[in-house]
């Protein structure tokens, strides 16, 4: 799918210095990636106290030494 985007070109020439790729293709797609990540990171969040734990679950059971 192939879209024409109005991209902050320093900000671009920033991302691909600090990425390390080569193309422009690649510090968008990889910009893209990390943002939903940290927005599917941060729902999680949301979630941390509103479970009832397992009163069934060992921790114990899964370690090992």
Not at 8 to 37: C, P, R, Y
Not at 39 to 60: A, C, H, I, S
């Amino acid at each position: 799918m192939a879209t024409n985007l109005a991209i902050d070109s320093e900000l671009l020439e920033i991302a691909l210095k600090v990425s390390g790729l080569k193309t422009k293709k690649d510090t968008v797609n990889l910009a893209l990636q990390e943002f939903a990540n940290r927005r599917k990171q941060l729902e999680l969040l949301d979630l941390f106290g509103t479970m009832d734990p397992d009163p069934d679950y060992d921790y114990k059971k899964g370690r090992t030494r």
